[in-house]
């Protein structure tokens, strides 16, 4: 089974316009962690993001921010005022309590229009 | 910003040769990671590394692969008979010193890997 699900392959958004980009994961794991990265064209992993199972927040950095519905097992990714810089791959991972590893979902392209 | 590097960026190699990718982690990190993406497909968990051994791996890393940290700011992959298929970028990471759920894995620029 897919431990992270991201279902939209790619999506446009307008500059300055806010996206969200949908992550769900499946563990039975009470102790995880998700995490968000970007992958622009030049090929580098970016770190974003970071929502602990037990964070009573939302986690918020900058203009990116995690919609964290742990009922529903989603941790979507809320990227405001999209800018150019923008268009990457975006890709969900998860550390489950105990692992090393994060498992990766198969990511987001998007793509910012002028 | 402290950050982890790679060299080289691009390798080619023949079917059946060895290939060592180097990797220099953050300074204070104490956990190293290898990880690669096959073109066009998710990132793939290879390997992690703590204290001088490998704490976790994946059904990738087979008898081909072995990693090292051969002195205190190096961190190797070695794929010792490459095959076609194992053409992918692969990246190395590192983190931090609690090695908790919370610690970040920072990522390296990648090497990309061709073999023909």
């Known amino acids: 089974a897919q431990k992270i699900t991201q279902t939209q392959p790619g999506m446009f958004v307008q500059e300055k316009e806010a996206v969200t980009l949908d992550c769900t994961y499946d563990?039975?794991?009470?102790?995880?962690?998700l995490f968000w990265y970007k992958q622009p064209s030049s090929g580098e992993m970016i770190f974003l993001i970071y929502q602990g199972s037990y964070d009573q927040q939302n986690a918020t950095e900058g203009r990116y921010s995690l919609n964290f519905q742990k009922a529903r097992k989603s941790a979507n990714l809320v990227i405001s005022a999209s800018q150019l810089g923008d268009s990457a791959m975006y890709f969900c991972?998860?550390?489950?309590?105990?692992?090393?590893?994060?498992?990766f979902g198969a990511g987001t392209t998007v793509t910012v229009r002028a | 910003e402290p950050e982890v590097t790679q060299t080289p960026s691009h390798q080619v190699t023949q079917m059946g040769q060895e290939v060592i990718l180097r990797c220099v982690p953050i300074s204070n990190h104490l956990y190293f990671y290898w990880y690669r993406q096959i073109l066009g497909q998710k990132v793939e968990f290879l390997v992690s590394f703590y204290n001088n051994e490998i704490s976790e791996k994946s059904e990738i890393f087979d008898d081909q692969f072995s990693v090292e940290r051969p002195d205190g700011s190096n961190f190797t992959l070695k794929i010792r008979s490459t095959k076609l298929e194992d053409s992918a970028m692969y990246f190395c990471?590192?983190?931090?010193?609690?090695?908790?759920?919370?610690?970040?894995?920072?990522f390296g620029p990648g090497t990309r890997l061709t073999v023909l």
């Open positions: 991972a998860m550390r489950e309590g105990g692992d090393y590893k994060l498992s």
């Open positions: 990471a590192s983190s931090g010193v609690a090695g908790g759920l919370t610690d970040t894995q920072y």
């Open positions: 563990t039975s794991d009470p102790s995880y962690g």
